[in-house]
């Protein structure tokens, strides 16, 4: 079993930050690249950002220059700092993860349940 377990959201005024992490768990051989998305009710989901096993890294357009993706593989744990927040960046942001886990062997893309993040203006 795998498992993704996000935290670090919470309640923040437009232009402060939060750090949010995303721990992945279990059986797992190696990870190919993990990554935020965002939900917001009445909206689709959306990507926040990518990055890979290599530290290549892809972000959505609306959030370049204000997040940050970061990843440490030995602990399997993808990082999101997001600065200068804005009352439209409020959504649950989930991580997920592109990965093999082990026994037995096979592909996956896994996701977490969530972490709530509210920007008041």
């Known amino acids: 079993q795998v498992q993704l377990v996000e935290s670090g959201g919470g309640l923040v005024q437009a232009g402060g930050s939060l750090k949010l992490s995303c721990t992945a768990s279990?059986?797992?051989?190696?990870?190919?690249?993990m990554g935020w998305f965002r939900q917001a009710p009445g909206r689709q989901r959306e990507l926040v950002a990518t990055?890979?096993?290599?530290?290549?890294?892809v972000y959505g357009d609306y959030v370049k220059d204000r997040f940050t993706i970061s990843m440490n593989a030995a602990k399997n744990t993808v990082y999101l700092q997001m600065n200068s927040l804005k009352p439209d960046d409020t959504a649950t942001y989930l991580c997920?993860?592109?990965?093999?886990?082990?026994?037995?062997?096979?592909?996956?893309?896994?996701w977490g349940r969530g972490t709530q993040v509210t920007v008041s203006s």
């Open positions: 997920n993860a592109d990965l093999w886990a082990s026994d037995p062997r096979r592909w996956g893309l896994y």
């Open positions: 279990g059986s797992i051989s190696s990870i190919n690249k």
């Open positions: 990055i890979t096993g290599a530290q290549d890294t």
